[in-house]
């Protein structure tokens, strides 16, 4: 850490970690603040050996770990462990604030950001939080009774936070995605016709092994139905099934192999996700929050089908934000074998529901989201960029 005597410029903290869903955030403000202030100096704090570690230097910033552990659901020795471990990041993170002194401290959500957050708003300094699910964390709820301000992924959060401190800005998402509509380029999917209807799923970077066996088992009828497939598998299933993926197309040359059949691209992961969404009619999604906001933004009518392995069950309370306004359909994890495709094949066709949807997600789309965070923390700051 640098001498704080001899910085110049601001200082902040931010803090979120062991999924993805947390860590994006965090580093998408922390950009946003950079181009603001270009003196200013960045710390993130995250878990050790957790995958914030890896990426977040990958991306330009220094961290330094706590020793937290997640609290272990079912009872178990392991939380007197856990326990310990806990309070000795309490311990790190005051010493942290203390030798950082930052002008704020910024968390994204995760038992990682609990330490950092609660112990920084104890001791005064100015925290923020950003809250990207429907059903909000443990941390941040911990936490928000004596944060500054509170910035949510959904709306209607009353029930999470105190009425006056949080507002619904939208997630920080990748700035390809928000520039979608501005570029107009081939389809990049080898194997696609410009003149068929696709269908973009997804299930993460690890994928969905729910999804991914459904889709798995419905090749020949969605083919029959003219249905071409963007299909991110994850590594797991793309190692277990490619082989099978290609033998199915190999012993039914009249439904995949003729001239006007419909295309299949599948892949363990696909970087280019803008061109994905861009070439897709409808999207098939778990129902992480920054899924639901890519979603939101480039206004593709979308079957969500939430994760039932994530704690709170927060994927389904995302989900049910959209499907209870009519922007997404949502289908449990469990109706998915039986009911997934035949919903699919039914709104690839029905184009009326689909421009219906559009509307319906134009009003929980917020492309501007980093911005209007870091407006609002530098606003409340009250300091000159």
């Known amino acids: 850490?640098?001498?704080?005597?001899?910085?110049?410029?601001?200082?902040?903290?931010?803090?979120?970690?062991?999924?993805?869903?947390?860590i994006f955030p965090a580093v998408a403000i922390a950009k946003e603040l950079q181009l603001r202030?270009?003196?200013?100096?960045?710390?993130?704090?995250?878990?050790?050996g957790k995958m914030e570690m890896e990426k977040v230097p990958k991306e330009g910033f220094q961290i330094v770990g706590l020793p937290i552990e997640g609290l272990k659901r079912s009872a178990s020795l392991r939380n007197i462990v856990v326990f310990f471990k806990t309070l000795q990041s309490f311990w790190k993170a005051r010493k942290i604030l203390k030798e950082f002194q930052p002008t704020a401290v910024i968390g994204t959500g995760g038992y990682a950001s609990l330490p950092i957050c609660f112990m920084a708003?104890?001791?005064?300094?100015?925290?923020?939080?950003?809250?990207?699910?429907?059903?909000?964390?443990?941390?941040n709820r911990l936490v928000a009774a004596r944060a500054k301000q509170i910035f949510t992924g959904f709306p209607q959060m009353d029930k999470f936070f105190p009425a006056g401190k949080w507002e619904f800005t939208g997630n920080p998402v990748r700035q390809n995605i928000i520039d979608l509509g501005l570029k107009q380029q081939p389809n990049p999917f080898e194997g696609l016709k410009p003149n068929l209807p696709v269908m973009f799923i997804?299930?993460?970077?690890?994928?969905?092994?729910?999804?991914?066996?459904?889709?798995?088992?419905?090749?020949i009828p969605l083919a029959k139905a003219n249905i071409q497939l963007i299909w991110q598998m994850g590594m797991p299933f793309a190692k277990s099934h490619t082989e099978q993926i290609n033998k199915v197309i190999a012993d039914n040359p009249e439904v995949f192999l003729k001239d006007d059949a419909p295309g299949i691209f599948?892949?363990?992961?696909?970087?280019n996700m803008d061109d994905a969404y861009q070439a897709a009619d409808i999207v098939v999604s778990r129902a992480g929050a920054i899924s639901i906001s890519e979603i939101a933004?480039?206004?593709?009518?979308?079957?969500?089908?939430?994760?039932?392995?994530?704690t709170d069950d927060h994927q389904t309370q995302n989900a049910k934000v959209l499907s209870n306004m009519d922007a997404a359909m949502l289908i449990t994890d469990k109706q998915a074998p039986e009911n997934l495709i035949p919903a699919a094949i039914a709104l690839i066709k029905d184009?009326?529901?689909?421009?219906?949807?559009?509307?319906?997600?134009?009003?929980?789309?917020?492309?501007?989201?980093?911005?209007?965070?870091?407006?609002?923390?530098?606003s409340c700051l009250k300091i000159n960029e």
């Open 121 to 139: 708003a104890r001791g005064g300094y100015p925290t923020f939080l950003q809250e990207q699910n429907g059903f909000a964390g443990l941390t």
């Open 202 to 219: 997804t299930g993460g970077s690890l994928g969905a092994r729910t999804i991914n066996q459904t889709i798995f088992n419905n090749l």
């Open 297 to 310: 933004i480039v206004g593709k009518p979308a079957i969500l089908v939430p994760s039932p392995n994530v």
């Open 266 to 271: 599948f892949a363990p992961f696909i970087y």
């Open 351 to 378: 184009t009326k529901k689909q421009a219906e949807m559009q509307e319906k997600l134009k009003q929980i789309a917020k492309p501007h989201a980093t911005q209007t965070i870091v407006n609002r923390i530098v």
């Open 37 to 48: 202030f270009p003196k200013a100096e960045f710390l993130f704090v995250g878990a050790v």
């Open 1 to 22: 850490m640098t001498n704080p005597v001899a910085h110049i410029g601001p200082k902040f903290i931010l803090s979120g970690g062991g999924t993805g869903g947390h």
